[in-house]
């Protein structure tokens, strides 16, 4: 029980000396990442750099108590800083005092939220999320990311957070472009693309040792932080126009309680709901992924609560909301970590950095931080998906160009609420046709099949016709109208008979509806039968009044209906395996 | 093409002295019931009795024109009188100016929605509207329009929309009671109960033929209107403080084009959206019950084009919002009506009554036609489906009993839009978890059974899942999990198959989720294996990259891939008859 709430106390039972060695290489390598990217995405929601670090502090430590991932890297992530972004400046403008406050406030709900829905087994609601509503909004997400950082690359200042209002901005101010922060820039980012493929490669050219080309390979934020960092000190690059980080406290985040304010919480309810959905998904995603490929467990009711519990630690030590990220937790899994001690190891490396290490990011510039950011999301960026989606289904496809095209040009709420909104919709619509066969006879046999494919054997008094999904209340409509129509089109039918074998479960409004269907054709002289009616199916129908009003009968299997109703077209027909078969086993109820 | 524009000329040409001699009997008996109750829902909403009269006349000419149900009664009814009073006096304040031309403009919006509907084909969203939910909210509606006739019983006034405003509000002003109204309208009230049932038998008993005491006993609200009409204007009952329905002005509605106001549209948008899918849904459900009866044919389509262009007649000539009433329907059906020019003859009786009647109205007291509104929704109350629901699923039951209590405490709007919102996220609830069948072999034979229920041979190296359900995004996520936890859980497994006989479609992120489960048991060393896929799901697989990435095989049928994948267990099975069946039909395809 114990070892449920804390998985620590599981696997921390089983370290070594040999998996904490693991641990801490693969710790060291994720650190050399995460604290640039924490940083950098702390500039992205518009908060100081140290909001980065202390996020990449207590809630990893946090995760780490509570997580059930081996392999997840928790910490601020590109879409999840963009959404915090978005959400605080419409609640207090940027730069001011409550903007700080505003973050931790939606880091409090977020974490409040996902650990509700662990405890209530809620995270059913983040399935509301499609995978191609996921991946448009993502792709979009990194294109607003991208464009944001624009001006830290032109040195120039912009504003807006959707496309129609940021291409004007930059446009506008495209003139005051900084030289030197362009030159700087584009050096690291030229750098960073070369490195995400070449670094490797290139050092195990010059000789290095395959572990230690790829391990180097893996440091080329590192160096671009470094040699940018150095670049500019020693060219006193400030003063020509180059913004540098700056100074950050030097030493550890301080426990804090945040006023937290009332009409704030409620402003920022709804997203922080959509923050926790998405930084959920993420993180499960590739949670699973990694799980699965050392067949370790994982528990998704656990994870949101793991996950909660550090954007909780994140509202009370000054930092910003937080989740799984994509690119650090398949280089911790790469780099080889064992144990969610590597995560632990991770946030130690953070400490002393933010003991010891604090002077020498002075003169880190920005442009830097925006180039590790859009090496980072063009990773996200997948436009492949949408062609193949399209290709695929035409629904899913509409899903995903709306949602697209919404977060571009209406913002990230707008987009997130229209896919899901429009997915939801489209699912009931198409939950709503479900597809129903007429059957007719396989001449001689006791196989059934749907009319309009085959050339089959169909009785002219009988209708029969098989419903191809469980019914309920956005479909029952559907199977009343087409009983009705053929209905009022045959004059000569007396008896319907439906085809149950691929219904799973009905509600009451498909209760009610069987039992329209009955009263209607019972009033105008038809009888209605019921033929191989699954046992939970007959379970609901026993507790209705359906089949004492039930002027036709229940049949065990089709071909038994079509022998009693039809014997003119079942008098040549062999014996029915199938039916033999539903009587020996006794799987269905007897009528 | 234009008959199926104009129904009329369908049925029309068909016309003849016999049907007409049977229309105009019906449309006689129905106009008798409809006058007194056209004014009463009038007075219901709050608006002049006129406004039910005008509401009976081009609104009945438009539905005959364009309806497709032969009997259908159309005109003002209890439940959307009383939406439109709470949607209207949110609006303007009842009695200022603009009251009635709210009135006028949700007809118009709940028109214009519906012609919308009808066109675009989406009759679907009415499917939104589960039976349980319709059920109780008619429920609570009878209840408040009860509740909302008390003051006229008692001749007091009272305040509210909802039983807690409401209730008070009675009690406050008890005290102030009229004893007079309250006599009349208990005379009324028990006159009316009793002929329900009474009137009839005991016209028959005292000699009458049967045709003819069925006849009267139809005719209660007539001598009831009458007497008590008769009874106030005699015994000067205004003086004595009963109140009357005073003078209606006399003559047709003349066509007027009201000035609508941008702002009273967009106030209005949402309740008339209600109002057109509440209407259409009483509307449909009668109507197809006695066009079942007759095997009579049924557009939805038309009908809610031609619902709309009746709330279109309303907008247009001073009424209120229309739809199809069940109590005159079914006495419309009952009476004899053959076509909709029973319809059009019962506008006819109205017009009559308009230009020549309506001095004979002035002294009906307003607690008859209270009296009428009580009796009439209590056929509308129908407590007892809440307990059938509640046996037959507690799903729909507790959509049911969160539609009735916030109906009946918070108002119609809230009421209808927790019901909808609680069914579809109840609904999307239950398509999360698809039923997932581990499959073991029937001893010795081809068959394949859930390995929870049978005692049944499996192989320890192979997971063969059956899912019961399409795969979409609400529910692929429980597919992953389930195949993520038996591996996890089963060191010694080598293979997983897939057997897809239930499943009827995938969407995108079915195919998604299928790849990367695909991966993810590649990943560690799992072959994935899909077995007896139908056809249109096969198509889509095609279309994406899961085929050419699967690291298994696609089986025609489970028992083929058992018996290359666990031969062991397999040697002693006979020959498979489904097997054989699905290679001899070839209708599903080849892996």
Chains 1, 2 share one sequence.
Request: aromatic share 6%; hydrophobic share 55%; proline share 5%.
């Amino acid at each position: 029980m114990l070892k449920r709430i804390f998985p620590i106390l599981a696997w921390g039972v089983q370290l070594n000396r040999a998996t904490l060695g693991k641990d801490l290489m693969a710790a060291l390598v994720v650190a050399v990442m995460l604290i640039p990217q924490a940083m950098a995405y702390a500039m992205l929601a518009g908060l100081p750099p140290q909001a980065g670090l202390y996020a990449s502090l207590v809630p990893l430590l946090l995760y780490g108590v509570f997580g059930t991932s081996r392999t997840l890297a928790v910490g601020p992530v590109a879409v999840v800083s963009l959404m915090t972004a978005v959400a605080i400046s419409e609640v207090s403008p940027p730069g001011s005092a409550d903007y700080h406050l505003a973050a931790l406030t939606l880091a409090l709900l977020s974490g409040a939220f996902m650990v509700l829905m662990g405890l209530l087994r809620l995270g059913f609601l983040t399935q509301l999320l499609s995978h191609p509503v996921i991946s448009a909004f993502i792709s979009a997400a990194a294109i607003l990311i991208a464009g944001s950082q624009v001006r830290h690359l032109l040195g120039i200042t912009t504003t807006g957070k959707t496309l129609p209002e940021l291409l004007p901005s930059v446009a506008a101010n495209l003139s005051s472009t900084n030289v030197v922060t362009l030159a700087l820039a584009s050096a690291v980012l030229v750098f960073l693309l070369w490195s995400r493929r070449g670094l490797a490669t290139a050092l195990r050219r010059l000789g290095l040792a395959a572990d230690l080309a790829t391990l180097l390979g893996r440091s080329a934020l590192l160096v671009a932080v470094l040699l940018s960092t150095l670049a500019v000190w020693a060219l006193d690059l400030p003063s020509h126009g180059v913004s540098v980080v700056g100074a950050i406290p030097r030493g550890l985040p301080s426990l804090s309680r945040p006023e937290f304010s009332w009409e704030m919480l409620q402003a920022l309810a709804l997203p922080a709901t959509m923050i926790a959905l998405i930084g959920f998904v993420e993180s499960i995603s590739i949670a699973k992924t990694l799980a699965a490929k050392r067949r370790q467990h994982l528990d998704p009711d656990r994870e949101l609560i793991a996950l909660g519990a550090a954007n909780f630690g994140a509202a009370f030590t000054g930092a910003m909301p937080v989740t799984g990220g994509l690119s650090r937790s398949m280089v911790n899994f790469d780099a080889g970590a064992q144990t969610p001690a590597a995560g632990l190891l991770t946030a130690l490396t953070v400490a002393l950095v933010l003991l010891f290490l604090t002077p020498l990011l002075y003169f880190l510039p920005q442009a830097t931080l925006a180039a590790i950011i859009i090496v980072a999301v063009l990773a996200l960026l997948d436009l492949e998906t949408l062609r193949h989606t399209w290709r695929l289904s035409k629904a899913d496809g509409a899903a995903m160009v709306t949602t697209f095209g919404v977060t571009l040009t209406l913002g990230v709420a707008a987009g997130l609420l229209a896919g899901v909104g429009l997915s939801v919709l489209l699912h009931l619509f198409f939950t709503t046709r479900p597809h129903i066969a007429r059957l007719g006879q396989v001449a001689g046999t006791a196989h059934y099949r749907n009319v309009d494919r085959h050339a089959l054997v169909t009785a002219p008094h009988v209708l029969a016709l098989r419903v191809d999904e469980s019914l309920y209340f956005p479909n029952v409509a559907i199977l009343e109208r087409r009983i009705g129509e053929d209905v009022a089109a045959q004059p000569e039918l007396t008896d319907v008979v439906l085809v149950c074998a691929a219904i799973n479960t009905v509600d009451a409004s498909a209760v009610e509806s069987l039992m329209a269907i009955n009263q209607r054709l019972a009033s105008s002289g038809l009888r209605f039968h019921l033929a191989e009616v699954k046992g939970p199916v007959m379970d609901r129908l026993q507790r209705s009044p359906l089949l004492q009003a039930l002027s036709g009968q229940v049949f065990l299997c089709h071909h038994d209906a079509m022998q009693a109703l039809a014997p003119e077209i079942t008098a040549t027909a062999d014996t029915s395996p199938r039916c033999a078969h539903l009587q020996r086993t006794g799987t269905a109820p007897q009528g």
